[in-house]
């Protein structure tokens, strides 16, 4: 992909004035075995995912707790924190998920990886039942917000967090932006398409078309906020093809050895998976979010590459 067309196309995000209405995601569940299936394929080591997902979990480690509990929103099949709980053995880990047929994909994918410092839990993000107050040291979840119907869920969501985390808590949430133009979406949809299932390119899609503003993203923050909480909001440069919001921990996991097997892990992808890698932190990094310590001295400080355009939940 032209680095060149892509800061045309943000750019250009950057100078159209107003907004563009959301369409929500066709099912808010997931549930179809081969939609399962090419989701799960596509975050696998070779996957187009696989780059975000190490991108999001070197950013994720300052709110990951030593030996703490970590709830996942939407886990999926478990791509994302497969990566995140390979990283922290020391940290007990619950996937949450609404579908049965995801959670099924996702025992698969924690077996293959011999991961026991998983628990996984079929629920609704928006209600969190079955999960006691204050019963969790931190909660992430990567791509995956937009799946909820409306704005007034994504304030349900978070009234739900607020009640079940413990104070001082840790923080990560990460999903797309709503982009405004057709132009900007169909280019980073067909940027990869010859690499991409067709399912998978449908869902990218629909997955774009459903991001929130940040505005609205912030909904879900909004009742962390009120417990005194400090979550800080981070987006991509120019637009907010990305967002992240944060809340770092006093004792995060992420240690010497963590940073050893990041860095083992960054150099065992291919050289375009270390590309987009390299992309999407060098977005993130013109946008104020520095470059995680762990990638530092790896080669990910030297800035090269295009952003990545191919993820979706």
């Given amino acids: 992909m032209s680095a060149l067309a892509m800061?045309?196309?943000?750019?250009?995000?950057?100078?159209?004035?107003?907004?563009?209405?959301?369409?929500?995601?066709?099912?808010?569940?997931?549930?179809?075995?081969?939609?399962?299936?090419?989701?799960?394929?596509?975050?696998?080591?070779?996957?187009?995912?696989?780059?975000?997902?190490?991108?999001?979990?070197?950013?994720?480690?300052?709110?990951?707790?030593?030996?703490?509990?970590?709830?996942?929103?939407?886990?999926?099949?478990c791509n994302q924190l497969a990566v995140l709980a390979a990283l922290h053995p020391d940290t007990e880990f619950v996937g949450l998920d609404?579908?049965?047929?995801?959670?099924?994909?996702?025992?698969?994918t924690l077996e293959r990886a011999k991961l026991r410092n998983v628990t996984l839990v079929q629920g609704d993000m928006r209600t969190l039942s079955g999960f006691a107050d204050h019963s969790f040291d931190g909660v992430f979840s990567t791509l995956s917000l937009h799946h909820l119907p409306t704005p007034a869920d994504l304030g349900q969501t978070g009234r739900s967090v607020a009640r079940v985390l413990r104070p001082g808590a840790g923080v990560?949430?990460?999903?797309?932006?709503?982009?405004?133009?057709?132009?900007?979406?169909?280019?980073?949809?067909?940027?990869?398409?010859?690499?991409?299932?067709?399912?998978?390119?449908?869902?990218?899609?629909n997955s774009l078309q459903a991001a929130f503003s940040l505005s609205e993203l912030r909904q879900v923050i909004q009742p962390l906020m009120a417990t005194g909480a400090q979550v800080q909001d981070h987006t991509t440069a120019l637009a907010p093809f990305m967002v992240i919001m944060r809340r770092a921990v006093a004792t995060p996991s992420s240690n010497g050895a963590w940073a050893q097997a990041t860095r083992a892990a960054f150099a065992t992808l291919s050289d375009s998976h270390q590309r987009d890698v390299l992309a999407l932190a060098n977005w993130f990094q013109a946008g104020g979010l520095p470059l995680p310590l762990s990638l530092q001295r790896s080669g990910m400080d030297q800035p090269r590459g295009n952003p990545s355009t191919n993820a979706s939940n």
């Fill in 172 to 205: 990560f949430l990460a999903d797309f932006g709503r982009l405004k133009r057709p132009a900007t979406l169909r280019f980073l949809v067909q940027d990869r398409e010859n690499e991409q299932t067709p399912l998978f390119t449908q869902d990218y899609m």
């Fill in 98 to 108: 609404l579908s049965a047929t995801m959670l099924e994909q996702a025992r698969a």
């Fill in 7 to 77: 800061m045309m196309h943000m750019l250009m995000e950057r100078l159209t004035p107003g907004d563009r209405a959301r369409v929500p995601e066709p099912d808010l569940i997931m549930d179809a075995p081969e939609q399962v299936a090419a989701f799960a394929h596509s975050g696998d080591r070779d996957g187009p995912l696989a780059p975000i997902y190490l991108y999001l979990a070197t950013q994720a480690a300052s709110a990951i707790p030593q030996g703490g509990r970590v709830l996942d929103l939407a886990c999926g099949p």
